[in-house]
């Protein structure tokens, strides 16, 4: 780049006939660029001795693209849908795509191929038809973004995408109706880490964890998703976070909601590790103990969890916002609870601990019981810009506003910046400010 940039303004300064000759020669002296770093997938492409690096003449797998693919390629797909399950040799999972090296998988183009690439015209399925798994991942760390990932089945761990031991970036997907026999409906992280980014994950199913299962000290960022409607039969609806403590997972912006966790957990389980939880609504999550979430150690694992404006909504007269059992550490700042059967509840004060700062606890049978310490509590009616239709944004006249403190959070759930105004607001929204104009300008 500098080289380039130096060569500009040498050519500024010569005379005409010099230029021209310094011209040709750098047309000489620089090669055609080659499209070796791009590979192309379309359904009405042909594998056959392709390459899949010219766009007029793709190829018809995205296994086949990663097949011939090599460290940091591009993996460009074309709008379709892509069924082609077959089985990963020496692991036996049948999956659409195996992946282990660190290429970018990217869905969403037209036949053009070109940038950028939009999943909202161009839907790129990737569908197993529950055949396996969608995506097996290890060892090496791809991206995967802009795909509808459907139609999975995980005999035991991981419906949708399966990881071990590898740190992915998953970002932009629409990972819907997918299904584990054991745990992670959706995704399941085993060891290494990934990023899990602005991602729709919906409507899948397992008998753990119905979206998101993380365990083996898998250092995971889930961040911007939707995670709805997801549903297991036992324990973590949404999310379900598993030993051992080496390392604290973030959850941040997320929207949870309407996730069935069984037993424990509808929104969130957090067992036998940590959890940073920051900026996160959770709305209308179900489960046995803990609708919202569901936190619990052992002696040897316990949970020591965060909690920063995060705004949580249950069914009036069911759940519980946060349930806490044994061997939990569990600090919170800026929160709301509203709606609940009870707010807080820590079920073993012998060995848990709950620390609520600026909580504003609404329309709960109980707000908290004894465990809880509970400190400058914020009381009044957060006022839901329009509940029913999931607008969970503070009106101007709600009692959040400004009632915070200082957490060390600069944005919203939406990235809007925090504080605006004099104080920074309860709960994951933070209200824009109202534009007052001074006096002097309303002259003009
Ligand atoms: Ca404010
Ligand atoms: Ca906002």
């Known amino acids: 780049m500098m080289k380039k940039r130096l060569s500009y303004c040498t050519l500024a300064l010569l005379p005409g006939v010099l230029l021209i000759v ?10 055609a660029r080659a499209n070796g770093g791009t590979r192309h997938v379309a ?14 003449s793709p190829c018809a797998t995205i296994q086949h693209a990663v097949d011939v693919a090599v460290q940091g390629d591009t993996i460009k797909v074309a709008a379709g849908v892509y069924t082609d399950t077959h089985t990963v040799p020496g692991v036996g999972y049948v999956v659409v795509v195996e992946l282990t090296k660190t290429v970018t998988l990217r869905g969403g183009y037209d036949a053009s191929f070109s940038d950028p690439s939009d999943p909202e015209v161009n839907e790129t399925v990737l569908d197993a038809e529950r055949a396996g798994r969608v995506l097996y991942i290890s ?53 290494g880490s990934a990023q899990i980014l602005n991602n729709s994950i919906i409507s899948n199913t397992a008998t753990w964890a119905g979206g998101l299962r993380i365990i083996n000290d898998a250092d995971v960022v889930i961040t911007g998703n939707e995670i709805v409607s997801n549903v297991a039969q036992i324990s973590g609806g949404g999310i379900d976070l598993g030993c051992c403590g080496g390392v604290t997972p973030l959850i941040e912006r997320n929207l949870i909601a309407h996730n069935d966790g069984g037993s424990r957990g509808g929104g969130l389980r957090v067992a036998h590790t940590h959890a940073e939880v920051v900026n996160n609504l959770f709305v209308h999550n179900e489960a046995t103990k803990g609708a919202g979430t569901y936190l619990e150690g052992t002696l040897s694992h316990p949970v020591s969890t965060t909690w920063l404006h995060n705004t949580l909504v249950g069914s009036p007269g069911e759940g519980e916002a946060l349930w806490v ?14 709606s609940f059967l009870t707010g807080i509840t820590n079920t073993v004060p012998a060995s848990s601990t709950v620390e609520a700062n600026y909580t504003l606890f609404h329309n709960n049978g109980t707000d908290y019981g004894s465990g809880v310490s509970n400190n400058n509590e914020v009381s ?15 009106r101007p006249s709600s009692a959040a506003i400004d009632a915070g403190v200082d957490a060390g959070v600069p944005v919203d759930m939406e990235g809007e910046p925090r504080p605006m105004g004099p104080a920074p ?19 003009y």
């Open 43 to 56: 359904p009405t492409g042909n594998d056959s001795s392709n390459d899949c690096t010219t766009p007029g």
């Open 325 to 338: 059992a044994e061997y939990v550490s569990a600090t919170l700042v800026n929160n709301i609870a509203s």
């Open 380 to 394: 009044g009616d957060p006022d839901f810009v329009a509940p029913g239709e999931g607008d969970y944004h503070l």
């Open 22 to 31: 310094v011209s040709v020669w750098l047309n000489v002296a620089t090669p």
């Open 139 to 191: 060892g090496a760390g791809p991206t995967i973004e802009n795909f509808t990932i459907t139609g999975g089945h995980g005999p035991y761990s991981g419906g949708g995408i399966y990881v071990t031991g590898a740190s992915p970036t998953i970002s932009g997907n629409l990972i819907v109706d997918n299904i584990a026999d054991g745990d992670g409906g959706a995704i399941f992280v085993n060891r």
């Open 425 to 443: 607001d309860v709960g994951a929204d933070e209200a824009r400010l109202r534009i007052h104009v001074p006096l002097v300008l309303k002259r």
